[in-house]
């Protein structure tokens, strides 16, 4: 399907592993947690909050930072007390992706001890050879031009030889006019059920990566 490729650019959350872990749901509940105690708020007003926030900034975090001037430290500390026993290894996942020809990089919202925890649990940690955070990117996240600007420079990534995979389609609009190939990651596996489609000449929406990625270079 693809040629030339170098570099293969994948994000972590719900597009390493699926939704159905309930490791997100575990993170919007630490950070309505955290809202309620910097705002006073009860439940309802921190999903509405969180919203908000989510809304016009890109991630909680950087509207809290916009608007309250909090700790970006203080924040993430949450992250601490996530349960990431839930991720278990993909087999047929990690086979794919030391597969793949060229770079693995992992391109986060989250922190990078986020991404080192989620990667150690799925059985991947020795498998990228770099991961760009939050933190990396200046606190501004995807799908803000600037951070893919700081991640394509940090890496030397040249657009056209890149493919990204994302969990959320507008986080794939920016790789998409820089001339990367994209794959939306995009609801759950199913067995015996085609993996993917196509959205156009670079462009898949795939609904189990593992196998997607095995169909990609088989077929190149």
């Known amino acids: 399907m693809l040629s030339r490729i170098d570099t293969w650019i994948l994000d972590l959350d719900n597009t390493l592993y699926p939704p159905s872990t309930g490791l997100a749901d575990q993170m919007n509940v630490r950070i309505r947690a955290y809202l309620a105690n910097v705002f006073d708020a009860d439940e309802a ?56 020809p060229g770079r693995k990089l992992l391109f986060t919202n989250g922190s990078a001890y986020h991404a080192d925890q989620a990667l150690a649990r799925l059985g991947l940690a020795g498998l990228f050879d770099g991961v760009f955070d939050i933190l990396a990117g200046q ?23 890149a493919v990204f995979c994302d969990d959320l389609a507008v986080n794939l609009q920016v790789p998409e006019q820089l001339g990367m190939a994209t794959v939306w990651v995009s609801g ?6 085609t993996p993917y489609e196509e959205l156009g000449p670079r462009s898949w929406r795939a609904w189990d990566l593992a196998r997607f990625l095995d169909a990609l270079t088989s077929d190149d």
């Open 188 to 193: 759950e596996a199913v067995a015996g059920a």
């Open 139 to 161: 606190l501004v996240p995807k799908p803000y031009p600037e951070t893919y600007q700081r991640f394509n420079d940090q890496f030397a990534v040249t657009p056209e030889s």
């Open 45 to 100: 007003e921190t999903h509405r909050l969180q919203a908000a926030l989510v809304a016009e900034h890109g991630t909680t975090l950087r509207g809290l930072m916009n608007t309250r001037g909090i700790d970006p430290h203080d924040y993430l500390a949450w992250e601490h007390t996530i349960d990431y026993s839930v991720l278990v290894p993909d087999p047929a996942l990690t086979t794919a992706l030391a597969a793949l």
